[in-house]
């Protein structure tokens, strides 16, 4: 049997100044404390049986790899593939109870309940854990499945090798979960080294050159692994000119992180310029159906699968916000992606197209044009026409990331289409990371959103593919093949808590966790962050903490979205940063975000029967739902209506009065939380308690200034006070 035993490289970060995140030592500490036999073949297992060393050497347990013809030993964990199964030894035990013939029994045992529960194969990444006498076994049928399986011991802990540990079988819902790096290789004189970034500098590029932070990479790649991420795109979907030659002469240096990124699983991708075979190439034209193009494509990308061969593909922003794309020559997006599909098919890579596609330069004048309709205005006519290995990633809302915002209506218009949703777990328009705001809740409800009525299949089965025809519906479309799943912006940093804000760590964390299983509870990866992250058990009152990070963060975007833009308007944020209340600072301007508010109303008319027409993107029942000013979710109803100031909403109150309560309401609540986080001084670690307590001090201010000028700019639009007398100033 071919043998490898190439070094991994596992984090060496002992750095005490990176902050451990949800992987301190701790976390692996019943794991490390047992005698563990990995037996397969492999990178991926190669790393397992590190990780297992690793916590080994610091609790006192043991970690052998075995290959399948070697012996068993005495174990209380094994990891092994179902393909290879190590051999049964039952001559001669010594004696004991869990000796050689024991772990033989648990792993045969394991084998036996997969099979009667009928729940093979497990699948590229899927595993199974189970507990037979006083063994736990770990089974996959590929060494991905290995490395899930350790982290989902990971957070069981000891419960993992209690006698109640039922049997779990896990499966990923989407095949592709991924992080986008919005990072730049060069200083962007505006944007800086990574755009949109709220945690310091990149941890993959520094001042035009690779950063070269191999451990922080690595404890990078293991954490992403530990939360069930598998691709990473490692540079903005802005590609400047520095960037754009990642693809050709600075290959190398995307190649090196793929090496980093590779024995956790995670495979690399590259955001490319449309326009690289004029730009980087030389050639007189990037026209998607010229015959050159296409060459040039296909020789460039043989060229990127030479180097790095299990490389995922391109991502791609075209004709969006500046940047080059199809239209230039007269074609379309479909045309534009199935020539790079086309140049990655032969190694299976896949293109990212992205649906971020809308006119930023539109006269604020034209109440007809709506940057709500433009992702499905350009797609929903070409469904069906791109190829296999192209995956239209579409932003989870028509506007761009707003704290409130309804389900796209492209995600039910492509049936034909391989459809990747995309989040932002980067905190552009959520408090950039100076605000309090666990996204998972957000997201849990757009990914449980039946893009056709319930019950029928949600946005997180558009995602994940398959043939589930639960939406009955000819538009529901499906097919059997694999979704283009999950994709969000990453908020990581060279910051030392990696998302400066120590807690929006928890939305990385829960990202990733949603991806695998769209169904878990927000609270639940709650909990699961905190008992990883803070290891209560060791904290002198673990209820009072585990209670106050829930008290502080269960409700948070909700909070986030009282004190900010109301009933789903979104924007009213300064113009550029999008940091802070400016309530008209995009009104006035090319960028398509607006909010009408006069004298007497606010909101946008986006209904067929007297607005934009954009409720007609959406299929039954949406479609009536959004239009009917009765109907409408309140928390979205000045995203499809424009009403009065006086129109009563169903709780009885007025839109105005409602603006009024919710910011002052929305101050209170941080008022609380501020309280709340004083009360674990003591109780976390103080590096993090003082970075907390700064943000917060930063979030209250802030919250402050929304309240304010949110009430009165509508008091002064509207010359109706408060009826509670509260100052609007
Ligand atoms: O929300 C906008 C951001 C841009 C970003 C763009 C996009 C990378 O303000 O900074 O560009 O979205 O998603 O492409």
């Keep these: 049997m071919r043998r490898h035993r190439h070094q991994v490289r596992v984090s060496t970060l002992d750095s005490s100044d990176v902050h451990p995140a949800w992987l301190p030592p701790e976390a692996l500490r019943a794991i490390g404390t047992r005698r563990t036999l990995v037996c397969g073949e492999g990178t991926l297992v190669d790393t397992v049986h590190a990780e297992v060393e690793r916590a080994a050497n610091r609790y006192g347990g043991s970690a052998r790899r075995i290959a399948p013809e070697t012996g068993l030993s005495p174990a209380d964990l094994v990891f092994a593939l179902t393909r290879e199964l190590p051999a049964t030894q039952s001559d001669d035990p010594p004696p004991g109870e869990s000796d050689p013939a024991v772990v033989s029994a648990a792993i045969d045992a394991a084998k036996a309940e997969l099979g009667a529960a009928g ?68 200083v962007h004189p505006v944007m800086g080294q990574v755009e949109r970034g709220y945690a310091g500098g990149s941890i993959f590029w520094r001042d035009g050159r690779p950063r070269r932070d191999q451990a922080r990479v690595t404890a990078y790649a293991r954490l992403l692994a530990a939360c069930g991420i598998n691709a990473v795109s490692v540079n903005n979907v802005n590609v400047h000119a520095t960037e754009a030659r990642l693809l050709t002469e600075r290959l190398d240096d995307v190649a090196e992180l793929a090496d980093l990124l590779r024995p956790y699983g995670i ?7 449309f ?154 328009y959520t408090g950039q990371q100076k605000h309090v705001c666990y996204l998972a809740p957000w997201w849990s409800e757009i990914l449980r959103f039946a893009p056709w009525g319930e019950p029928g299949r949600t946005v997180a089965d558009v995602a994940a593919g398959g043939s589930d025809q639960a939406g009955g519906s000819d538009q529901a479309g499906g097919g059997d093949r694999t979704g283009g799943g999950l994709v969000a912006v990453s908020n990581v940093g060279d910051d ?54 829930h008290e502080i963060m269960d409700d948070s975007w909700r909070t986030y979205e009282r004190y900010t833009a109301p009933l789903g308007v979104g924007f009213m944020v300064r113009p550029g940063q999008h940091y802070g209340p400016d309530v008209d600072g995009y009104e006035y301007t090319p960028w398509g975000t607006y909010h009408f508010a006069d004298r007497d109303g606010v909101g946008v008319d986006r209904t067929r029967a ?47 009065q409602h603006i ?12 609380a939380m501020c309280r709340r986080w004083e009360w674990l001084a003591g109780l976390v670690d103080p590096t993090v308690h003082a970075r907390v307590t700064e943000r917060l001090t930063e979030q209250l201010r802030c919250a402050r200034e929304w309240r304010d000028q949110i009430n009165a700019y509508f008091h002064r639009k509207s010359g109706i006070p408060d009826a509670h007398g509260r100052p609007l100033h």
């Design 660 to 671: 009024y309560d919710t910011h002052f309401d929305g101050v209170r609540e941080v008022e």
């Design 496 to 549: 030392r808590f990696w998302t400066g804000h120590p807690l929006a760590q928890a939305n990385l964390y829960a990202f990733g966790r949603l991806c695998w299983d769209p169904g878990l509870r927000p609270q639940t990866v709650l909990d699961e962050w905190i008992d990883l992250t803070f290891d209560p058990a060791t904290s002198p009152d673990p209820e009072l903490l585990r209670r106050t990070l």
């Design 610 to 656: 007297t607005g934009t027409g954009f409720t007609g993107q959406y299929p039954s029942p949406w479609l009536q739902v959004y239009e009917s000013l009765d109907h409408c979710p309140e928390e979205l109803l000045l995203f499809f209506h424009h009403v009065p100031y006086t129109h009563v909403l169903r709780s009885g109150s007025t839109v105005i």
């Design 267 to 273: 495979r690399v991708h590259l955001a490319v310029s």
């Design 119 to 186: 729940v093979e194969p497990l699948g590229a990444e899927g595993f199974a854990v189970t507990r037979h006498g006083e063994v736990t076994v770990v089974l996959a049928d590929a060494p991905a499945g290995l490395l899930y399986g350790l982290f989902e011991l990971v957070r069981l802990g000891e419960s993992g090798f209690g006698p109640a540990m039922p049997a779990r079988v896990c499966r990923p819902a989407m095949a592709r979960r991924m992080l986008d790096h919005w990072d730049n290789v060069d």
């Design 275 to 428: 326009a690289a075979p004029v730009v980087v190439g030389g050639l007189p034209t990037a026209d998607p159906l010229d015959p050159a193009v296409r060459g040039w494509w296909a020789e460039t990308t043989s060229r990127v699968y030479a180097r790095i061969p299990d490389f995922g593909g391109y991502l791609v922003k075209a004709d969006s916000e500046g940047q080059p794309g199809p239209f230039s020559y007269g074609r379309d997006h479909a045309d534009g992606a199935n020539l790079l599909a086309e140049a990655l098919a032969p190694y299976g890579g896949v293109v990212h197209w992205r649906a971020f596609v809308y006119n930023h330069r539109q006269d604020w004048r034209d109440r007809s044009t709506d940057r709500a309709r433009a992702a499905y205005d350009h797609f929903a006519p070409l469904d069906g026409r791109f190829k296999d290995n192209v995956i239209v990633q579409v932003k989870h809302g028509p506007m761009d990331f707003q704290p409130r915002e309804p389900v796209s209506p492209v995600i039910a218009a492509m049936p034909g289409t391989r459809l990747a949703v995309e989040f932002q777990v980067t905190q552009e």
